[in-house]
């Protein structure tokens, strides 16, 4: 099985600079041995995030991390409100069964 090559942050901006530079992307991909797709690829998301491109394995968008973060939180609050509603039904339930009792004289 084939291991994806990873690429340090200075090696990408190297790379790009050379690119800026005038050298082609062809030829930047045979003399650095990465797919010219990859170097297109690291152009897009260097233009529409240059502070942030590169980031580096796991952490490319941290903003993902934090709303998927949000996501698991806001699930497991529903989760505990729908179970609380439950309790609350339940409670609810038994009580109008003590007060039933109770008016038809049975013991509690």
Known sequence: MDQRKRFSRDFKLK???ELNSGKSAAELSRQYEVHPN????WVREFRSNPKEAFAGHG???????QLAERDRIIGRLYAEMELLKKVIAN????????????RAGGFI
């Open 91 to 102: 409670e609810k339930a038994y009580r109008a069964e003590q007060r039933r009792l109770r």
């Open 38 to 41: 990859v170097l297109l690829r």
């Open 15 to 17: 790379v790009l600079g």
């Open 59 to 65: 952490n490319t968008w941290k903003l993902e991390a």
